[in-house]
């Protein structure tokens, strides 16, 4: 017999987890990291967006939404109790919260900060660890991952290793469910070549902006890693980049904050991640914040970027 619990009227992200099997304890800690984006959320539509140390209207010192996010997501951290340690791009470095709990969170608290006062969309990323520290470790040692893009409207995409799942925030404060298994075709539609200042010293990169020129794709990058990843999980197909010149050698991105989770998620989504030389999955974490370059997408064109960078 079916009783109400099995057909709800919406699908919350609370009975996607249960209905999935995703286990009670990592189930509770994905419910606790969606409470801390609400408060992301409101922070971001409430805050008067002023600099770090100055005073907001009424005479208070304020945070920068990078700071602020931070500290919101490490308190609901420590409320969640599920939380053994959790590394922050903020902070970089692994911090011991809750001895005996389970899981260790890694986290970009604000990815795209630098597009905050331009009103473009922004996000966190999450990335899910047993607990202990990262180094040493894989991103294909996540148990899940999962972001949140702030546009028009605040969407969360999730994988916890079923497939890959999008909800959107409504005006009651509950993700409700959008789209279930968002799939990735072998297909590119529109690239997003990030950190293209290599290009002036990386010969290659250029030939690969060149191909795509060429053949007529067309373009789609905000500068923020967030909606753009998310707009080819949407759209199932696509390219992103963020490639090594001399500025940046290995590119923009980090392992443990950005790259790993979005590899994670995107390898759920049927699509793929790589540095260039290897599967960002299988890339050995050395250090919290070490960068690398970021080939994700449509499998084939991975491949391709991949193999042109490397002649
Ligand atoms: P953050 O705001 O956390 O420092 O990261 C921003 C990142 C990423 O979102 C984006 O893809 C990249 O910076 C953009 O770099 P370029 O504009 O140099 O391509
Ligand atoms: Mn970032
Ligand atoms: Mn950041």
Not at 193 to 206: M, S
Request: proline residues 4%; aromatic residues 8%.
């Amino acid at each position: 017999m079916t009783s109400c619990c099995d057909l709800p009227s919406r699908i919350s992200l609370n009975h996607h987890l249960y209905s999935s099997g995703v286990p009670d304890k990592l189930r509770h800690l994905i419910n606790d990291i969606a409470r801390a984006g609400k408060y992301v959320h409101h922070a971001i539509r409430s805050s008067d967006l002023g600099l770090a140390g100055s005073e907001n209207q009424f005479g208070e010192e304020q945070l920068k939404l990078d700071l602020l996010s931070n500290k919101i997501i490490k308190e609901e951290l420590c409320e969640s109790r599920l939380v053994h340690g959790y590394a922050s791009e903020e902070e970089a470095v692994f911090q011991e919260l809750v001895p005996d709990a389970p899981f260790t969170v890694v986290f970009d608290p604000l990815d795209g900060s630098s597009l905050v006062d331009c009103n473009l969309a922004i996000g966190s990323i999450f990335g899910v660890y047993k607990k202990g520290d990262v180094v040493g470790r894989k991103p294909s040692d996540q148990l899940a991952a999962l972001y949140l893009v702030y546009g028009p409207r605040t969407i969360l995409v999730y994988s916890a290793g079923k497939g890959v799942h999008a909800f959107f925030l409504n005006e009651v404060g509950e993700f409700v469910l959008l789209q279930r298994n968002l799939t990735m075709r072998d297909e590119v539609k529109t690239y997003s070549p990030g950190n293209l200042r290599a290009v002036k010293d990386t010969p290659a990169y250029r030939k690969m902006m060149n191909h795509w020129l060429d053949e007529a794709h067309t373009l789609r990058y905000s500068g923020g890693m967030v909606p753009d990843i998310h707009h080819m999980l949407i759209k199932g197909a696509g390219i992103f980049t963020n490639i090594g010149g001399s500025k940046y050698p290995k590119g923009k991105l980090r392992l443990v904050f950005e790259c790993g989770p979005f590899a994670y998620i995107m390898e759920q989504a049927g699509g793929a991640a790589s540095n260039g030389h290897k599967a960002i999955m299988d890339i050995k974490i050395e250090e919290v914040d070490q960068r690398t370059p970021l080939i994700i997408g449509a499998k084939s064109e991975v491949k391709r970027v991949s193999e042109v960078l490397n002649v």
